[in-house]
Every structure is written in C-alpha cells, then in structure tokens.
C-alpha cells in the first residue's frame, strides 16, 4: 500500500485569475477538498484548495499559490495525491485503487494468472488489467465478487473466479 492516493486532477485553467479545472476521483466530489493538503505524484508540490464552483464534469478551484492563468495552464494534467490517514476507512469489501495494483492474481487452484497492472472502469463497472506472466499482453477481469471472491491486501494477492475462456490455455 502506498502513502498517498490520488484523489484528482487539474484540467487545466479556469478564467484569468489561477483558479483551476479540478476532476474529483472521490466518491463524494466535494469531499476532495478536505483531504488537503495536496501533493504532486512526486511530492514536489503541495496545495491547499478552495472549491469555488461546480463546473462541466468538475470544479473550479483555488489552489494556494497559483494565481495567475499561466500559473493554471501549466499545472494541466497534473494528478493530486492526499495522504492516506486524512481519507475514510472502507468497509471490508471495498478499496482503493492503487492498492490493488501490483497485487498477484491467482485462479482458485492457486495457479498464477498475472499481476495487476491497473483498474479501469469505462462505466459498466470495475475491471482489472492484469497482465500475464512474462508477457507484455494483458486481460480485462471484471472486478465482481463473482470472478474474484477474494482479495487478501496482508498476502498481496487476489483470488479470482474468471469466466471460461477469458484467459489463454483456459
């Protein structure tokens, strides 16, 4: 698990004064403003933040320190991480993404199946990327209890259930 998770992103600017275009990755939008402060992916910077208004899939918000357009355009795609101890704890079948990243995939007879890579929703859902072992290629698993009834973040690895035919040699 790491220290810190990322909450959101800068969209860029919004208006002439440095307020920015924030996208909220919480499951409350708003709440993205009491995890502050927030940090870079590489710790560099941290920001204190005021939301402002709802805009068009996000906010608009001032960020302490940023106070001119330019200032907002150049932090355009930058990714907000908040410490992990200011974010709520989560039931027992519930978690956060970047904890599941690297985590080993087994299928229920304890033969390996992959890795983690990354979590992907495209709106019908969770899916887990894991890319099998010693290849480059990856497959989508969907994130259900079904097709994986188990996720152990103490052992690091995930149990999952797979439909017929999802991965190869199946």
């Known amino acids: 698990m ?13 208006g002439v004064k ?6 909220s990755f919480c499951a409350d939008a708003e709440a993205i403003a009491d995890y502050a402060p927030l940090y870079t992916e590489d710790g560099s910077l941290s920001f204190t933040l ?19 357009k330019e200032q907002a355009d150049a ?3 930058t990714r907000l991480f908040a410490d992990r101890t200011r974010l709520p704890a989560l ?8 904890d599941l990243i690297g985590l080993v995939v087994l299928d229920t007879g304890g033969t390996p199946l992959g890795t983690v890579k990354a979590v992907q929703n495209h709106g019908a859902g969770d899916l887990l990327e894991v890319e099998l072992p010693g290849q480059s290629a990856t ?12 996720v152990d973040l103490t052992a690091g690895r995930i149990i ?4 017929d035919g999802l991965f190869p040699d199946d």
Do not use: M, Q, W
């Open 2 to 14: 790491t220290d810190r998770v990322c909450v959101g992103a800068i969209a860029g600017s919004y």
């Open 18 to 23: 440095g307020e920015v275009r924030l996208k």
């Open 91 to 98: 039931p027992d079948d519930e978690f956060y993404h970047a």
């Open 139 to 150: 497959v989508l698993v969907p994130f259900t209890r079904d097709a994986v009834p188990t």
């Open 160 to 163: 999952a259930d797979p439909p």
């Open 75 to 77: 932090l355009r795609g």
């Open 50 to 68: 005021t939301l402002t208004r709802a805009v068009k899939n996000g906010f608009s918000a001032r960020l302490d320190g940023v106070k001119t």
